[in-house]
Structures are given as structure tokens and as C-alpha cells.
């Protein structure tokens, strides 16, 4: 098997899970195919909107750089090599490419539109919950729209990053 | 199986093909995915032809054969499994040839006495002149082990780094290479006092090196280039400086080399007789008159 294929086949396989600051938001990364995200039934009875988005916030920020490690172990476990950070001021390409991903916009929402997902260079991370949507207390469905606004958000990033090396 | 030059355009033609996989995935509208063919399959090109380490072993084994018959102590042979040679048997026959006629008087029997005396010197000297050569030989052969190495090494990171080539990637892959290191253990001049013996515990760490690799400077630092994931150009181009790399620490070591023969072959030019001694006037008296020679006097007991 080539290497192009495993490195593929080895990320389709990856899981990566990461947990909010307080343990009470889950997020679950498959191959950036699909991204779930739980709520503790504890925490979302008893936290108020803020409290959620900022649990959820910083949980998403956890696991982009949860998903780079995994991404650079998967492909150091396949190849054998020492992958790692690209070093700025090499190639002028790769500090343009870079440059221009720290600025790109990205934004997904679920079906309905009561949550949106978007990011600036997957740094600056904003959720948006809708309150009324918040007030009818339907976990299940804030879960499942997370998630769907979560991997359209993840789905653009990579749309964006091909338009930008064009 | 070991990796030779040989390898280098089955590992230009694994470069193109992951290049070939990037640009498909990518689209065939951007100059820093879509690299022409030649520019990647002759990317090794300047290596197509090198010596190999393992010719250089005929001639340092002979060079260890002479050594064993210079030796007028025992020595290291250098060896990775830490043999030692014996003193040769046949100079000391020559040495006690002078004592022999220590009490003979008469011009030519003193010269040929004075001439043994200085033989041990003479010899010794030839025997760290042999040790210098074999070390420098020694040298070059890490040297050009250490080239392949690093282009085995090199050519295979090249392709990885090629296959993870993704939109969201942009890692680089970090190698280390070993020529830049190579000869930084070369002997230094030889000695002309008849101390050749200490050149070899002085110079050992190049003795050991022809059959075995690199090992015995594993403990130095080594140039690490990157090999960038962001796109085939910035890949090809990180290619080509590390071969430039390569390049230039070769020839720093040839040229580390060189100096040393040069510095070894002065020394030897600047006091040939500390190495080859003139024969005795004994030995220009023809045999069949050497009875009528009057140097050679008479033995008084």
C-alpha cells in the first residue's frame, strides 16, 4: 500500500475526542468527516446560554489542536519520519499559505439555522446559539445541530485552504 | 537490502508519482502542484555515479597487511572488535643483525651498525606513514557511506513528505545528515621521532571506521534539513537545497581529506630520510669482493 493511502486510510480510521475545560461538553472528530458533540444532561439543566457557548468555545479550540497533534502522530506512525511544524521564513509559499489560513473566514450552521459555527484561521472560534431555539431546553437537537454546523464549518476550511493555494 | 546510486531513479519515479497523486487531488491549475516530470525524475541526477565505501576495504586491508609487517611493537589494528597486532619477528632479525657485528672494527662494519640502529626509528616511521594513509582511506570511505546514507535517507523523506501533501498540511519533514560529519576524527600529522606507536591510540577513531559506517561519530551533530509538506514546488525546492547540502559537506570533507595527504605528504618530503634510510656503504660492496673490502676490518675475538 502506498503511503498516500494509508496516510488516508490511517486518518479515516483516527478518532479524535476531546473534552471541554470543565469536562462537560464532548467533542468527537472523525477524519474531519464528521464531527458529534455531547452535552453533559447535568450541566446544560443547570448552565445558562453563556456559560454553554463558552464551555463549547473553548472545547472547539481544544480539538482543532487535538486534531493537528493526531494528524502529525498519524503520519510520523506511518511514515516513521519526524513531521512537525512547518518553520516560518523557509519557503515563501508556505509562509504565504499560512499567512493567508491564519485570516480565512469560515462559517457552517445547521439545517435550520439556529446554530452557526465560525472561525478566523480556525483560532478565533465564535458559536452562536439561537435563544429562543435555547429556551425550548432540546438538547438532543442543540447536539445534533452543533454537529452538523460543526462539520460544514470543518467542510468549508477545506474548500477555503484549496482556494487559497489557487 | 542495501541502498546504492543505483536506487536513486526508482526513488525520483516514487517522487514523481506522489506528486502525480497531489496534483489529482489538487486540480491542474496551479504552477506550485503541477512540476514537470523531467525537473523531478533528474533531481538526482548529480549522484548518479559514486564510489562505493566497500572498495575502499581491498586497499586498507593491504595497508593492515603492511602494518603487520612495519611493526616493531604491538599495535591496534583498529579493528571494530578491538584486535591487536604483534610486533614483527623478521625486524627484529634485522635489528640484532647490527648487534652482531657491534665488536667487528673497521669503517663499514660501524656503518652498518650505526645504520641498524637508526632502523627501528626508519621503520616505525614507515609504519605511522602506513597508519596516516590507511586512515585517510578509512576517512574517504565514511565519507561516501555517509553520502548514501543521506541520500537514502533524503530521496525517502522527499517521497513522504510528497504523499502528505494536503490541503490542510503544511508540516515539515525534518532529516539529519551524516557527511557533514563524516571525517571531523581525521589523524593528525605524522610523527617523525619514531613514536609512530602513539599515533594509532591518537588517531583510533579513524581506524575503525571503512567496514563499519558511521557509528563512531553518531555523537555529533548533524545538519537537519526540512522537507516541506505544503505543495510539491516548496517540496522539490527543499529537495534540491538539501542535495546542495549534501554537495558542499562533500566536498568540505574531500577537502578536510586532501589537506591532511598533503600535510602527511610534506612531512614525509621534508625529512625522507627519517623514512627511507640510505643503505649502509656495506651495501654497495659487491658480494663476491666483499672478503677484499677493508671497511668491513676484522672481528677481534
Known sequence: MSDTNEFRERWEETVVVTESPNGSVFVQNRADQVIEVRIDDGYFNRASLDQLRTQITAALRLAVADRFRAYRSMLRDVSGLSFGQAERGRRPHADEKRRKSEELHIEGSSADGTVTVSAIGLQHITVSIDGGFWDSGDRHTLESNLGVACTSAVQAQFAGMKELTH | ?301
Open chain 2, 1 to 301: 537490502m542495501t541502498f546504492s546510486e543505483y536506487d536513486l531513479p526508482g526513488r525520483a519515479s516514487d517522487l514523481l508519482a506522489a506528486q502525480k497523486d497531489a496534483l489529482e487531488d489538487h486540480g491542474e491549475d496551479c504552477d506550485q502542484y503541477d512540476i514537470p516530470s523531467d525537473e523531478i525524475l533528474g533531481i538526482y541526477d548529480d549522484f548518479a555515479s559514486l564510489p562505493s565505501p566497500d572498495n575502499f576495504g581491498t586497499y586498507t586491508d593491504g595497508l593492515l597487511t603492511t602494518m603487520e609487517k612495519l611493526a616493531t611493537g604491538g599495535y591496534s589494528t583498529g579493528q571494530t572488535d578491538g584486535s591487536t597486532g604483534v610486533a614483527s619477528s623478521v625486524l627484529d632479525l634485522t635489528i640484532s643483525a647490527g648487534d652482531e657485528v657491534d665488536d667487528w672494527t673497521g669503517k663499514g662494519a660501524d656503518q652498518f651498525n650505526i645504520w641498524t640502529d637508526g632502523w627501528k626509528t626508519g621503520v616505525s616511521n614507515q609504519f605511522a606513514a602506513t597508519v596516516a594513509l590507511r586512515i585517510l582511506l578509512n576517512a574517504e570511505a565514511a565519507v561516501w557511506t555517509g553520502v548514501l546514507k543521506d541520500l537514502d535517507d533524503l530521496s525517502n523523506a522527499a517521497t513522504k513528505a510528497m504523499k502528505a501533501v494536503t490541503e490542510c498540511n503544511g508540516d515539515d519533514v525534518t532529516i539529519a545528515l551524516s557527511v557533514a560529519t563524516a571525517v571531523v576524527g581525521i589523524a593528525a600529522a605524522i610523527p617523525t621521532a619514531g613514536t609512530s606507536l602513539s599515533l594509532v591510540a591518537v588517531a583510533g577513531a579513524g581506524l575503525g571506521v571503512a567496514s563499519t559506517g558511521m557509528q563512531v561519530y553518531e555523537a555529533a551533530s548533524k545538519p537537519e534539513p526540512k522537507i516541506s509538506s505544503c505543495c510539491p514546488r516548496c517540496c522539490i525546492d527543499d529537495v534540491k537545497d538539501a542535495l546542495k547540502d549534501i554537495k558542499t559537506h562533500t566536498r568540505e570533507a574531500e577537502e578536510k581529506i586532501a589537506k591532511d595527504l598533503d600535510k602527511n605528504i610534506n612531512i614525509i618530503n621534508g625529512a625522507w630520510s627519517e623514512f627511507c634510510k640510505p643503505a649502509p656503504a656495506l651495501g654497495s660492496v659487491p658480494r663476491q669482493n666483499i672478503h677484499g673490502y677493508d671497511g668491513l676490518g676484522s672481528f677481534p675475538g
